[in-house]
Structure formats: structure tokens, C-alpha cells
């Protein structure tokens, strides 16, 4: 059970990250009129995508109510037992979040079936509540009163700067394969500025994430457990640093190596997606409190 729970929390912490991330940097690196940009195909592109995932977030947010309350009551009849969903989402913290997440999930996919889900306040508004109501689960729930809601706040610091690095990421990967057109380098350049705040706000929310869920900077023994699996997610972390600033520093003239640019920006991407799925493994293991 703990096996299928990390893997549905990995599949829906990776749709909803990068689709929210993927909002954000769109407009940043195509522009928001679709219609005369010479990214077209792309916009087109990402918009069927944006209902693909946010279709999975949906499936995968349904899938991990399940788990819950099978792991809740020891038996996997109860995950399709309406009235124990029923109990689980009126009389529990994570029900009472999650029922907000799903319907912002619903909301989401009704929307971006319409013409209004075109509307870029409404996707990034509904987005970032869809990311929020993620921060309560999990972890982010150890504690009570003022230190919860600052735990909470950090993890939604933590959460979007994640989210916002791994959806731009998927943008400037997907305008990478596009046919040549236009010059990238006026983009990467946009694109590397913004990635310093966001390395910034992930060292920052991590480290605070770490120290109050541990009680120290660096949970021991280092090679068990919670902290074994925290320093592989930062070990990929550090990688997909390693290449954001080597793809910085040779940022001039890169439209005369896009073919390396796409296979560097894709290994980032992927140790992305990795560390997403050490986040998805850390969730369900209890962090070590200093003695």
C-alpha cells in the first residue's frame, strides 16, 4: 500500500508542480497573445497538454483519497466504500483539504474546456490555490497553531518555487524543439534571471523545511531513513544547479548550439522530476527529531 501511496503522490505532485509552473512561465517566454506570437503552435501545443494534466492531477488526486482511507482502516475495500470516503473527507484535516483540492482540481479541467480557461488570471489564480491546498498534506501538518500555519506558508514557498523551476523547465524544453525561428538567447536570458529568486526561495523554504521538521540542519544517521532519501533529492537538486549555470555561463551564442542546449535543459528537467519523486517518497516517512 505505502508503495502504490508514493507513486500516486509522485504522479499528482508532478501534474500539478508543472502545470502551475508551466502557466507561469508561459506568457514570460511566448507572450500572452497566442494568436500573433510565432509560438503559436506552441501555445496550441501546451494548451492540450495543460488538460492532460490537469486530467492526470484530477485521477491522481482521486486515486490518493483512496489510499488514504484504505491505509486509515487496513483494508482496500474501504477505498471504495462511499461512506468510509464519505468519513474520511468530513472528519479528517486531510479530508477537509483535500475535498477544497479536488473541487479546484474539477474547476480547473471544467474551465480549461471553455473559453474562459484561456484566460490567464484565472489559470494562475485557480492554479496557485490548486498548488496551496497541497502544502497541509503531509508534513506540512505536523504541527499546531502559529508554527503550523508558518510550516504551511514555508511549504507553499517551497512548493512554487519547485513548481515554477519545473514547469519552466518543460516550456523552454518544449520551445527548444520547436523549428528555428526566432532567437533563443533573449529567452534564456529572461528565463535565467527569474531562476535565480526561485533557486533562492528553494535553498531558503528547504532549509527551514528541514531544520523545524527535524529538529536539527541536517537530520542523522545521515545514511537511514529520511535523511538518506533528503540527501539524494538534494544531490539532484544540486545537479540541476550544476547545469543552470553552466547553460548561464554559455548563454551567449547559443543559438548556434541548440542541439546541446535541448539534451542540458532535458537532464535538468529530468533530475526534476526525479527529485519530485524523493519529495513524493519523504512524505510518508517520519523525519527524525533531534534528541
Known amino acids: ?7 500516486c503522490r509522485f504522479v499528482h505532485f508532478a501534474a500539478v ?8 512561465f508561459r506568457p514570460l517566454l511566448l507572450g500572452r497573445d497566442a494568436q500573433s506570437s510565432p509560438w503559436n503552435a506552441l501555445h496550441r501545443q501546451l494548451d492540450r497538454l495543460s488538460r492532460w494534466l490537469t486530467l492526470i492531477g484530477l485521477g491522481s488526486g482521486l486515486c490518493w483519497l ?21 468519513l474520511v473527507l468530513s472528519k479528517t484535516f486531510f479530508g477537509w483539504v483535500w475535498t477544497w483540492h479536488l473541487l479546484l482540481n474539477l474547476l480547473l479541467l471544467g474551465l480549461l474546456l471553455t473559453p474562459l480557461g484561456q484566460r490567464l488570471p484565472l489559470q494562475l489564480g485557480l492554479g496557485a490555490l490548486l498548488l496551496a491546498t497541497l502544502a497541509p498534506v503531509g ?21 512554487s518555487t519547485a513548481g515554477l523551476w519545473l514547469g519552466g523547465l518543460l516550456v523552454l524544453l518544449r520551445l527548444l524543439r520547436q523549428p528555428a525561428g526566432a532567437s533563443i538567447e533573449p529567452l534564456l536570458r529572461r528565463f535565467s534571471g527569474v531562476g ?39 544531490l539532484l537538486v544540486a545537479g540541476m544547479l550544476g547545469l543552470a549555470l553552466f547553460n548561464r555561463l554559455r ?27 524523493a519529495v513524493s517518497l519523504l512524505g510518508i516517512l517520519p523525519p527524525m527529531q533531534a534528541a
Open 17 to 24: 508542480l508543472t502545470l502551475v509552473g508551466a502557466w507561469v
Open 196 to 234: 535565480y529568486v526561485l533557486v533562492a526561495g528553494l535553498l531558503v523554504s528547504g532549509l527551514i523545511n528541514v531544520r523545524v521538521l527535524s529538529g536539527q540542519w541536517w537530520p542523522t544517521p545521515l545514511f537511514s531513513g529520511f535523511a538518506l532519501i533528503l540527501l539524494i533529492k538534494v
Open 139 to 159: 508534513h506540512g501538518a505536523m504541527l499546531d497553531g502559529v508554527p503550523g500555519q508558518l510550516l504551511i506558508l514555508n511549504q507553499i514557498v517551497h512548493l
Open 66 to 86: 483512496a489510499l488514504i482511507t484504505a491505509s486509515m482502516t487496513g483494508t482496500w475495500s474501504a477505498a471504495l466504500n462511499p461512506v468510509t470516503l464519505q
Open 251 to 277: 548563454i551567449r551564442g547559443c543559438d548556434q548550439r541548440l542541439a546541446s542546449l535541448r539534451t542540458s535543459v532535458q537532464v535538468e528537467w529530468l533530475l526534476g522530476v526525479t527529485a519530485v519523486a
Open 1 to 7: 500500500m505505502a508503495t502504490w501511496l508514493v507513486l
